[in-house]
Nanobody
């Protein structure tokens, strides 16, 4: 009933920039927090950034000052602008969103399919 579709991944050189997008669609009544996580090979999935419906943001220390999360509530879309990318940022990036669908009384967390970011020369 709900899909999160990510776009914008790829290969970038160190110091470069990328912008990820994640659009939610389906039987959506409301969206609470939206966020980005990443998972490097052999590691657990970790929080990168999160943004509430009111626009409050929080970032992992490793990306503060380099990454910016934003959202367009009218489009049910969350973005991640990534600047000054480094090889250690290489990972699969996943978006998620806490969504209430029509006909339900609570929130459920939905995930995107993941998009690969590779930072390399």
């Amino acid at each position: 009933q709900v899909q999160l579709v990510e776009s914008g991944g790829g290969l970038v050189q160190p110091g470069g920039s990328l912008r990820l997008s994640c659009a939610a669609s389906g039987n959506i009544r409301s969206i609470n927090a939206m966020g980005w996580y990443r998972q490097a090979p052999g590691q657990q999935r970790k929080l990168v950034a999160i943004i509430t419906s009111g626009g409050t943001t929080n970032y992992a220390d490793s990306v503060k000052g380099r990454f910016t999360i934003s959202r367009d509530n009218a489009k049910n879309t969350v973005y991640l602008q990534m600047n000054s990318l480094q090889p250690e940022d290489t990972a699969v990036y996943y978006c998620n969103a806490d969504i209430q669908i029509y006909g339900s009384v609570g929130l459920a967390r939905y995930w995107g399919q993941g998009t690969q970011i590779t930072v390399s020369t």
